[in-house]
């Protein structure tokens, strides 16, 4: 059973940086994309970015110029470095793996709080 572990999540004040990880326990293969999503209180569920297999990244236009997601397949581990963050960004972010013919596997989620 794969499992996805994620870290790095804290409080910052505004103007801050953070860095998330998402480590998977397991054997994955076929990987489709890994990415993020985030849920703020009150809010539904939206996505912040995305790497496929190729490397292509995406990012989601409010985080485009200040975040940016890498992966090390090594280490089966995507990351989300998160710069210049706002209040706006906190909320609970998700890392998620896209595998080909299987249900996307999912993070237990990480608080991010954006506040002086």
């Known amino acids: 059973q794969v499992q996805l572990v994620e870290s790095g999540g804290g409080l910052v004040p505004p103007g801050g940086s953070l860095r998330l990880s998402c480590a998977a326990s397991?054997?994955?293969?076929?990987?489709?994309?890994r990415g993020w999503y985030r849920q703020a209180p009150g809010k539904g569920r939206e996505s912040v970015a995305v790497?496929?297999?190729?490397?292509?990244?995406g990012y989601a236009q409010f985080v485009k110029g200040r975040f940016a997601i890498s992966r090390d397949n090594a280490k089966n581990t995507v990351y989300l470095q998160m710069n210049s963050l706002k209040p706006e960004d906190t909320a609970v972010y998700y890392c998620?793996?896209?595998?080909?013919?299987?249900?996307?596997?999912w993070g237990q989620g990480t608080q991010v709080t954006v506040s002086s």
């Open positions: 397991g054997s994955i293969r076929r990987v489709n994309s």
């Open positions: 790497i496929d297999s190729n490397g292509n990244e």
């Open positions: 998620y793996v896209q595998v080909l013919g299987q249900p996307t596997y």
